[in-house]
């Protein structure tokens, strides 16, 4: 009689622990690392970038809380980020040589690994929703260029002319760098103008599916149909849920020459260390010391927020089950 209390008391437990999560649901988010110092800020535009990045936690944390896919609640987060112009995404993307602009974007998510992306798109309003349907509706991972374009309108995603992308504060950005002598491909300009504004967000929803997206207009003045991380998956984006998810922003070379996002995760599954540790290495040791600026978020597989950057700055903030919204912007901790 005792044994068969036992056993169901065991069977019980069993059941209920397969039942009971361990991961709570979780969003986390960046708007771009850099040289953000609280001096060369207005007290208007903290408070303007600070509710912005409230109102893409907050639209991303509700797919969540509605039983939402994880997917669902990056692009939700990302779209608020890139219909912004406070964001180097969508509007406010920065300009190429050509005084254009060229957008990268890609999502993955971790209970299957698949990935969509899209390079150098000019007339898709939000490069994230068609790095979505890559993954969702074609059999390739990422597709570039006036294809890409062409693709996403196939899939019913709103088209714009090129310059529905153009702010002020770009602009004049792009014309400094203009004037400065031949400078569109030098590593002195990519070091200096350090004030990326790339966006990504990572979300993990009920089931434990963590996504990971990022979407960018890359770097100021680049050239020659220049690529950078965001749209490379590994590199700017990437999700496993057996790890973690990764949405990066900074030098973007540095970032695929060192697979950022995948080392990270990789750190995490072979070496059984935690999301934190794993990012403190590769971006305040690795990137560091060879110079590669930036940083990154991400949720490990029970849904704990990380936010690690070797910049003055980084904006960024999280939502989860256990905590309210925080934003963030300097470095202070
Ligand atoms: N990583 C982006 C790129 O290199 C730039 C950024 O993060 O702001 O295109």
């Known amino acids: 009689m005792k044994l068969k209390l036992l056993l169901t008391l065991i069977l019980t437990f069993n059941i209920m622990a397969k039942e009971l999560p361990n991961h709570q649901l979780a969003i986390v988010i960046h708007g771009g690392a850099g040289t953000i110092l609280k001096e060369n800020m207005s007290d208007e535009k903290e408070q303007a970038i600070k509710l912005k990045l409230t109102q893409a936690i907050n639209a991303g944390y509700k797919v969540l809380a509605n039983d939402g896919t994880s997917t669902d609640a990056v692009i939700a987060a990302i779209n608020v980020m890139e219909n912004s112009s406070l964001f180097n995404a969508g509007i406010g993307a920065v300009y190429t040589a050509e005084g254009k602009h060229e957008l990268d974007a890609s999502i993955m998510r971790g209970n299957d690994l698949q990935a969509g992306a899209v390079a150098g798109v000019s007339h898709v309003k939000n ?35 090129n310059n529905y992308f153009d702010s002020e504060y770009r602009y004049k950005q792009w014309q400094a760098i203009q004037h400065k002598k031949d400078v569109s491909l030098s590593e002195d300009l990519l070091k200096t103008d350090h004030k990326f504004g790339t966006v990504g967000a990572v979300a993990i929803d009920k089931d434990g599916t963590i996504a990971a997206g990022t979407s960018t207009g890359g770097m100021t003045n680049k050239a020659f149909g220049r690529i950078g991380d965001s749209p490379i998956i590994g590199a700017g984006t990437y999700a496993d849920n057996r790890s973690c998810g990764i949405s990066a922003t900074g030098h973007g070379e540095y970032f695929i020459r060192y697979a950022v996002a995948h080392d990270i995760c990789a750190r995490v599954l072979y070496k059984n260390i935690s999301l934190k540790q794993s990012a403190n290495e590769v971006i305040n040791q690795e990137l560091k010391k060879v110079g590669g600026d930036g ?22 903030g999280f939502k989860t089950q256990s905590s309210e919204t925080e934003v963030f912007i300097y470095s202070e901790k």
Do not use: W
Not at 143 to 155: C, Y
């Open 295 to 316: 940083g990154i978020v991400g949720l490990d597989k029970n849904g704990k927020p990380v936010m690690i950057f070797n910049t003055a700055g980084m904006y960024r």
């Open 127 to 161: 490069p994230i929703n068609a790095a979505k349907e890559v993954m969702l509706n074609s059999p390739h991972v990422l597709l570039s260029n006036l294809g890409a374009d062409e693709f996403a309108k196939q899939q019913g995603l709103d088209t714009v002319d």
